[in-house]
């Protein structure tokens, strides 16, 4: 078995997922992590699957870009290393013009922190420009990014915020 | 000093509000700490009654504060009478200089913003509070505890007066969404 990453990006329309785990399921593709999203009218799914050769998921994902419109990518990857380190969870919310460069000098910010970015969302609506991160910090470097994200915000005449994230545990 | 805020209505402000345009994100008025103001003063008895007519010709609106007509004051109008999810309500008021003494019982829940017209977010906020303030054209401080909606509403305008968006307290990377457009 093979450990699959699998993109798949093409203009939104009725039956995309549908017609991606049918295939994958043909060629006994199992998925396990995936997120499926539309963005700006493209729909766009990243997964995680374990199955067959890539080739073989190539192929059979192949007739879904007959129109070539349906762009899919498959890679053999190695399986996820369990001793990978978390740190302390915490949220960073961006918001204010859009311009060049904000994602590129606030996750330099968060990256030479220490901070990993687990899961990260941009929207942009009109002029205003939208990024909420959720970041696993080093202990006790929470107050440190405060202020060097705040730095940086300034510099591109945007608004930060930096808060530890809820984990209720039920 | 409850009773003062039960005896309360925008009438007693005693002048005609003008509807506002409201200013939309990014806007530097929207990130800025508001400045406390004089409720006795003409000009914020004014801005109150303002508030409250942007906020009546505005459908859904169950709250506006100052930043959001461009104007960085901390000063505020709620009314979630109509509002589905109301519990406790205090119908139309307007409040200076309020802030939030006591809250307990957080719960998520989804809201929206008159200056970010396009997205949601999904937010906790405490589901019961206590909070003080002062009627416009008073000089009584008023204190009051409500809870559900109308608490959420008054959470939402006390970080406008502060400069802070839903934005700056949504729940995850998933918790923002692109508002639906009924036609």
Do not use: F, M, V
């Given at each position: 078995m093979h450990e699959l990453a699998i993109t798949v990006i093409g203009p939104?329309?009725?039956?995309i997922v549908a017609d991606v785990a049918e295939a994958l399921a043909g060629v006994g593709a199992n998925l396990s992590d995936s997120t499926m999203t539309r963005l700006r009218g493209h729909f766009a799914m990243t997964l995680i699957c374990t199955g067959p050769a890539p080739e073989a998921v190539e192929k059979a994902l192949a007739p879904l870009n007959a129109d070539g419109k349906l762009l899919a990518t498959v890679r053999a990857v190695e399986p996820e290393d369990d001793s990978a380190e978390s740190g302390d969870p915490y949220l960073v919310s961006v918001h204010g013009a859009d311009r060049l460069g904000i994602v590129a000098a606030v996750t330099r910010v968060v990256a030479a922190a220490g901070g990993n970015i687990t899961d990260l969302t941009t929207r942009l609506t009109g002029p205003l420009y939208v990024i909420i991160a959720e970041v696993d910090l080093p202990r006790d470097a929470a107050d440190e990014l405060r202020e060097r994200l705040t730095a940086a915000a300034g510099e591109l005449g945007v608004d930060v915020t930096l808060r530890r994230a809820d984990t209720e545990i039920l | 000093m409850t009773e003062a805020l039960g005896d309360w209505?925008?009438?007693?402000?005693g002048v005609d509000g003008k509807v506002l345009p409201v200013v939309s994100a990014p806007a530097a008025v929207l990130s800025g700490v508001g400045v406390e103001v004089d409720p006795a003063d003409p000009a914020t008895v004014q801005l109150a009654a303002d508030l409250v007519a942007t906020m009546r010709v505005?459908?859904?609106?169950v709250g506006l504060a100052a930043p959001q007509v461009g104007v960085g004051a901390q000063l505020f109008v709620v009314d979630v009478?109509?509002?589905?999810?109301?519990?406790t309500t205090h119908g139309t008021f307007v409040l200076c200089n309020a802030r939030i003494v006591e809250a307990s019982r957080w719960r998520p829940g989804r809201e929206g913003c008159m200056s970010v017209p396009d997205l949601t977010g999904d937010v906790k906020r405490a589901s019961r509070v206590v909070v003080e303030g002062v009627l416009p054209g008073t000089a009584e401080p008023v204190r009051f505890g409500t809870d559900a909606f109308e608490a959420r509403a008054l959470q939402h305008e006390i970080d406008h007066c502060a400069g802070k968006l839903f934005l700056d307290r949504v729940?995850?990377?998933?918790?923002?969404h692109q508002r639906k457009v009924y036609l």
């Open positions: 939104d329309r009725t039956g | 209505k925008p009438e007693l402000l505005s459908p859904g609106c009478t109509q509002h589905p999810k109301t519990a729940a995850g990377a998933h918790a923002i």
